[in-house]
């Protein structure tokens, strides 16, 4: 049952029987409530100090758990971080005594507890994820000094904080690791995550045990600790609070009995849980009638789990084993052939990745690929900037997709959930620098059938080279189960002949070797005309030959249709009724012509006949250059005043095509922005219309640059589309430290770039340290803050104080809702603007 | 304690309130993208929780002003004048909290990454969500209060009046939020998820009630507590009708 034993620590036979769910480990139960009961529990104590100054009243405790029958004893450290600790004693000292105490106490087994750092993670919180790491390493080193047997991370509620403290028990020490997480009445933590991904991201982790702790009785946990026991690749640990928790005379009390806890423990042991014990509210009591249920019994074997798992926290793709189910791997965010993203990319603008992500889970993507490989790029830095962004905001599962261990290690180290590797080959080189990596962080992994001979043309020569590859990876002690093997397609065109090998290829790997199987669909026309048809053909043919995980572009309707399709044939979609939802009143493309054939392209169709061109007053003269196009200038006009930015990307382009972009610029979109602010300013327009303005600008604005790239147009319009990298032009943005509101900044920023600034956003809680030198390392000659908050008016007259003082030349504008004119000369900025409107016209004074 | 599910929908005219919005004339796409936004924060689950304790005694300051209110079973000590003025008369105060949980920070994050605007509609109806979702719990603990033969007065949030921002953390800890919605406290004492609500009610014997401020006055009375605020006379909110703790 459980892998990695060799290389931990385990203090005997019976433990590493345990480690093998061969036989059952009790834990002990609740300590808070032992302490209250000894009346220790007083105003402001730290319970964690108590094993320094009440240390025989700990010891006591633990015996009557010991003399109940507990094999395991927990070290009374649940809050024993530096962070808690505040300096009233050493980590060290702490678990020193705790462990001293729980071996007087007659332990067979003493664990060093770790619980949460007590604050949030990013990007909920503030604390980083090296951060959190560094308190649990600190925890855990001196939970081996004191020579406990075996490490429990328990109570987690964050994946990713329970993934650091994993990482910091297994780097810094050898002993086994039991980890346990909370979870609410609605089956998830609240973070999201259900029981199952949190078995199948922390087992893949290598932990010697995890399972379920708190928050619930016995009862409530039984089916969470069943969904759990389907993924768990160890021993299954269930530790139940007495019953649900309520106030009876201001004090908290539980309802179930000790007789009633061991009694609802039974289901949970049938479901496959082999190690218990007792949380808050349970006592020795009910740790004597735990261990009577379990006493002279043997665990029942549970069989390894073979399902394919990619999991972000809060949404698993699963692949069953022996079910056929087909899940589509999302390829857009890859910059390859993408200039907006290539753009984006270069200007960690990582919204951009988001409305990618969106699109493609919208379009039916279960996995999205993110590739951020261009050569002038850190990829490692911003790779793991791009998985962060991306896990901060959508919940598909990612595939990590780059050829560089180092840029691997860095995006799946910290990504809170089981990523999917894309990929390791069969070179002897790259499966040494890849697999341990896989291995390390619990991935799923993607294994290209090439080697330092190439891509063999023939099917027994592919299945050969992923044959090496599962065996390096099981080598590695990853299960065949996490692979998925990419037989690599080539061109129809060019190795017309190698086709039906692919295809034949991925049948023969999930024969013989049983792993599941990807293709990137895409390369097969390489060279024909029409490529999208030629690409559902042969994404419907390698369908047929077993493909798993096809990497598509999702919203190329013509490839979901085949797939949608296809979960009929294979039996997926039961019953067909996803099917028929989607495409029952949907029209055949081939027939009629119509125009288009899935439900989702109907859909689109509409709205965009619904955003009928209605036109509306014109505010502006139409530029003499551009009186040839005056309708189409009428028409982009009313697109900003209405706020719609799709249709004006469009009618940009359009009008593009024959004149000038810095007509465009100056002659229709500053000309109009100027009438927003004004309607803006005399209350015609509120806010979010000021604001769809804007992004309607802002999108032509993109199409105007794009073109200006191209060269095809002069330098001159270049200047006024944000584009220079001149520092007279260029604006340093921040929400000030300590306060979390950026509503207002973002406005400021979007009107300022549609003004031809340059923007650079440092976002929220933002410390004066960091703007400086933000601003320093820009050449910035202007700092715009803003603070939403009388509390953190404070804050904004240290940045504008430290900017003046260490930048001399540099001028700082504030605004915010509680600011005024007075309150800006009292903090010694230059100016106040009191509305996004005001910034703009400041700004073009200031660099004019 | 335990956490509750609290029934909440958007209130559109109040959402757009908190927008600015003063009749202008809207165009068509615009209301599309406010019903979309309102739909998509009407998924979330706002929970919450409350804890009554009763009062052990008032704290007085050397102007023998009531400063303070001690509760008991709980170290915790809800500072300041207003505080103390708001819940006079109580025979227990109910500390009350709401989220609409971390789901509401990444919905958030993702439609401002996707769209300004549309973030900024989606915080502004997730500000009236997550106000509806108080009014659900203020309603529970009336019933609580009820049972008891009680009446319960308004919400004061930490941050109105000379009730401390800072005091935001041990309010929290003495609720166990953090174990139960998952609601914690900046370093700044601002709460996240940022959709969150912590309020104070008094619970009075039934005859008394009459003498508090009622449900109705609520937003005169919180205006009331900016007289005690250092910004008043130059607050950007209240020259909208606003108020810095609207979310």
Do not use: W
Request: proline letters at 5%; hydrophobic letters at 45%; charged letters at 20%.
């Amino acid at each position: 049952m459980a892998a990695d034993l060799q290389t931990i620590r385990i203090k005997d036979d019976y433990l590493r029987q345990a480690l093998l769910g061969q036989v059952f480990l009790v834990e002990d139960g609740g300590m808070g409530s032992m302490l209250q009961a000894r009346g220790l529990m007083g105003e402001g104590v730290c319970p964690d100090l108590l094993n320094l100054t009440a240390a025989e009243d700990v010891t006591a405790i633990q015996r009557e758990y010991v003399q109940a029958g507990a094999q395991v004893i927990t070290t009374n450290t649940f809050g024993a971080n530096a962070l808690k600790l505040a300096g009233r004693a050493t980590v060290a000292d702490v678990y020193q005594a705790a462990a001293d105490n729980a071996r007087a106490a007659g332990a067979r087994y003493v664990a060093g507890d770790i619980g949460p750092t007590g604050s949030l993670l990013e990007p909920m919180g503030s604390m980083t994820f090296e951060e959190a790491y560094e308190l649990f390493a600190e925890q855990a080193r001196a939970a081996q000094a004191a020579n406990c047997d075996l490490i429990i991370i328990e109570t987690m509620a964050d994946l990713r904080e329970a993934k650091a403290a994993v990482l910091a028990a297994r780097e810094n020490t050898d002993l086994p690791i039991f980890v346990t997480m909370t979870f609410g009445e609605d089956g998830r933590t609240f973070l999201g995550t259900t029981p199952a991904i949190a078995a199948a991201t922390l087992s893949s982790l290598g932990v010697s045990a995890i399972g379920l702790n708190c928050s619930l009785g016995p009862e409530e946990l039984a089916p969470l600790a069943a969904q759990m026991a389907e993924f768990v690749r160890c021993p299954l640990v269930v530790k139940p609070n007495a019953g649900l928790p309520r106030m009876q005379d201001g004090k908290t009390v539980y309802d179930v009995t000790p007789e009633a806890f061991a009694h609802a423990m039974a289901p949970i042991i049938d479901a496959g849980a082999t190690i218990v014990g007792g949380c808050c509210g349970t006592t020795p009591d009910f740790i004597r009638c735990l261990s009577e249920v379990v006493a002279g019994k043997m665990p029942k074997p549970r069989p390894f789990p073979q399902d394919f798992v990619v999991a972000s926290a809060q949404q698993a793709c699963v692949l069953s084993a022996g079910k056929p189910c087909v899940e589509v791997i999302g390829e857009r965010i890859n910059p390859t052939g993408k200039p907006k993203l290539k753009e984006a990319l270069r200007a960690a603008n990582y919204d951009y990745l988001v409305g990618e992500a969106v699109g493609q889970m919208l379009a039916g993507a279960s996995i999205l690929d993110v590739n951020v490989g261009m050569p002038e790029l850190d990829e490692p830095q911003t790779l793991r900037h791009a998985v962060d962004a991306l896990q901060a905001t959508v919940a598909a599962p990612l595939q990590i997709d780059s050829s560089d261990p180092v840029a691997i290690e860095a995006a799946v180290r910290g990504y809170a959930g089981k990523p999917l590797i894309n990929s390791v080959n069969g070179k002897q080189e790259n499966l040494d620098a890849v697999l341990p990596i896989v291995k390390k962080y619990g991935c799923s992994v993607v294994g290209l059938t090439l080697d330092e001979d190439g891509i063999p043309p023939t099917a027994e020569g592919r299945v050969a080279i992923a044959r090496r590859i599962v065996e390096a990876a099981e080598g590695n002690g990853i299960p065949r189960s996490d692979i998925a093997i990419d037989c690599l397609v080539m061109a129809a065109a060019t190795n017309q002949a190698e086709v039906l090998e692919i295809l034949r290829a991925v049948t023969l790997v999930k024969q013989e070797l049983g792993v599941r199987t990807v293709l990137g669909v895409s390369n097969i026309s390489f060279g024909l005309p029409q490529r999208n048809m030629v690409n559902a053909t042969f994404l419907a043919a390698a369908l047929g030959a077993g493909l798993d995980m096809p990497i598509l572009n999702p919203l190329s309707a013509r490839y979901m249709d085949t797939v949608a399709s296809y979960r009929v044939l294979n039996g997926q979609d039961a019953g067909g009724r996803a099917f028929l939802e989607a495409y029952s009143q949907a029209t055949d493309p081939y027939q009629g012509g119509a125009a288009k054939a899935s439900a989702n392209q109907a859909a689109d169709t509409g709205q965009a006949a619904s955003a009928a061109d209605d036109e509306g007053e014109c505010p502006i003269a139409v530029p003499d250059a551009l009186s040839d196009v005056a309708q189409l200038v009428r028409q982009i006009v009313q697109y900003v005043l209405t706020g719609r930015a799709q249709p004006m990307a469009a009618a940009t382009q359009e009008l593009l095509e024959n004149h000038q972009p810095l007509d465009a610029v100056n002659g229709v979109f500053v000309p109009v922005l100027d009438v927003v602010g004004m309607k803006y300013d005399r209350g015609e327009f509120f806010l979010p219309q000021l604001m769809a303005s804007a992004e309607a600008v802002k999108a032509g604005f993109d199409v105007v640059r794009a073109q200006v790239q191209q060269g095809e147009a002069s330098a001159a319009g270049a200047a006024n589309t944000s584009d220079s990298n001149d520092a007279d032009n260029v604006i340093v943005v921040a929400t000030v430290e300590g306060d979390i509101h950026d509503i207002g900044k973002n406005i400021v920023k979007m009107l300022l770039e549609n003004y031809g600034f340059r923007v650079i956003d440092l976002g929220k809680d933002v410390t004066p340290e960091r703007v400086v030198r933000e601003t320093r390392e820009s050449g910035a000659r202007l700092v715009g803050l803003s603070a939403l908050m009388t509390t953190t008016v404070k804050a904004m007259e240290r940045t504008v104080q430290l900017v003046h003082e260490q930048l001399p030349g540099v001028a700082v504008m504030v605004g915010g809702a509680v600011l005024t004119q007075e309150y800006a000369d009292q903090m010694g900025a230059d100016f106040f603007a009191k509305d996004a409107a005001e910034a703009a016209r400041v700004a073009t004074r200031y660099f004019g | 304690m335990r956490s509750m599910r609290l029934d909440s929908s958007v209130d559109e005219a109040e959402a757009l309130r908190y927008l600015g919005y003063a009749g202008q004339q809207l165009d068509g796409s615009l209301m599309v993208r406010f019903h979309d936004a309102a739909h998509k924060v009407n998924a979330l689950r706002p929970v919450g929780m409350f804890q009554a304790f009763p009062i052990e005694c008032f704290l007085n300051d050397e102007e023998g002003v009531s400063c303070g209110v001690r509760l008991q079973g709980t170290p915790f000590v809800l500072p300041g004048r207003d505080i103390a003025a708001h819940v006079r008369g109580a025979i227990e105060v109910a500390l009350m909290a709401v989220t609409l949980g971390a789901e509401s920070e990444m919905l958030l994050r993702r439609e401002t990454a996707l769209s300004k605007t549309d973030g900024m509609l989606a915080h502004a109806c997730a500000s009236s969500l997550v106000e509806g979702a108080a009014n659900s719990l203020s309603a529970k603990v009336e019933a609580y209060a009820q049972e008891r033969g009680l009446a319960s007065g308004d919400r004061f949030s930490p941050g109105y009046g000379d009730f401390p921002l800072s005091s935001q953390r041990d309010f929290c800890q003495t609720l166990g939020t953090q174990k139960a919605l998952g609601l914690c406290v900046t370093e700044a004492n601002l709460l996240i998820p940022s959709k969150s609500i912590t309020a104070v009610c008094g619970l009075f014997a039934q005859d008394r009630v009459g003498a508090s401020p009622c449900e109705a006055d609520e937003r005169a009375d919180a205006f009331r507590a900016c007289e005690s605020c250092p910004s008043e006379g130059n607050c950007a909110f209240r020259a909208e009708g606003r108020t810095c703790y609207g979310s």
